[in-house]
């Protein structure tokens, strides 16, 4: 077993020393489906200002997507995926330093994100859909997201029959990074995503946040995506994913008591409120101590 607990992947002139703090991932999607916030930051315009907006408001990582990956979601052409994303890097890049990061599971649109400036890839199918994905991640030496789900964003709720929940998705993860790393992947660029909400009934996410502490045992950083997901919704009776704020602050925080490295969120000024008290509180590193 690997353990990269204490490594530090640096990513341009950012350090991300796993361990040491909760890193935050703003969600930029430029899309007019997406569950929570499409047809918001599908205008240019909109959308570079909401990435500034984000960079000064504590993002680590900025997380661009151009097509939704919410349960039922239809596919977009590659060309039209690739023609709303690269735009919004491009203007991004020239003006900024922060990692980029690609959401999508098409190889060509990760190859179009990079070369316009993206530096990571985050592949919700953990590489499995487009053979071409991992061995492009190879040969470009970029950092990955490989997370867990079942089916297709269409099919995916109807696939949450799990034996052992915890079990099987250590076993998928573990898959897909043995496909990384025969793909020139480097184990040290690997991140790992439980895939919350995906594939996953109600129970079955609050299960899975229980109990993240045995997917760290892989020894992967993890990144965790639980904002305003719609297992929140439920808990607090609230149908729009934007009255969902208060219900994430509680969901980060608890995941990162239970070793969350990195979240997935939308609400970046107040979730990195809540990881800088939640750091202080659960992790015991020096610098967490001093804050």
């Not at 789900?149 to 998928?172: A, N, S, W």
């Not at 299960?207 to 439920?234: M, Q």
Request: hydrophobic share 40%.
């Amino acid at each position: 077993m690997v353990d990269l607990k204490n490594s530090v992947l640096t990513i341009r002139d950012r350090a991300f020393e796993w361990g040491t703090r909760t890193y935050m991932m703003g969600v930029l999607n430029v899309t007019p489906d997406s569950f929570s916030d499409g047809g918001e930051f599908d205008n240019f315009e909109v959308a570079i200002e909401r990435s500034r907006q984000m960079e000064r408001d504590g993002a680590d990582i900025l997380d661009i997507g151009g097509q939704s990956t919410r349960p039922g979601a239809e596919e977009v052409s590659v060309s039209e995926e690739i023609d709303r994303v690269v735009p919004v890097i491009e203007a991004i890049r020239k003006n900024s330093s922060i990692p980029i990061s690609i959401d999508t599971y098409r190889a060509a649109v990760a190859k179009a994100a990079l070369d316009a400036g993206a530096d990571l890839v985050n592949d919700v199918t953990g590489g499995t859909v487009d053979a071409e994905m991992l061995p492009l991640v190879g040969e470009r030496g970029v950092a990955v997201v490989l997370m867990h789900m079942r089916g297709t964003p269409k099919t995916m709720q109807k696939l949450t029959d799990y034996e052992d929940l915890v079990g099987e998705i250590c076993d998928c993860l573990q898959r897909h990074v043995t496909a990384a790393t025969a793909c020139g992947v480097a184990l040290d660029r690997i991140i790992l995503d439980p895939g919350i909400g995906f594939a996953k009934t109600y129970d079955q996410n609050i299960e899975l946040l229980r109990r993240l502490p045995e997917l760290r045992e892989l020894g992967y950083p993890l990144l965790v995506g639980v904002s305003r997901k719609s297992f929140i919704g439920k808990i607090l009776d609230r149908e729009n994913p934007k009255d969902r704020v208060w219900g994430t602050a509680a969901a980060c925080s608890a995941a990162i008591d239970r070793s969350a490295d990195i979240l997935r969120v939308h609400d970046v000024s107040q979730m990195c409120d809540v990881a800088k008290v939640a750091d202080a509180i659960f992790r015991r590193s020096s610098r967490s101590m001093s804050i």
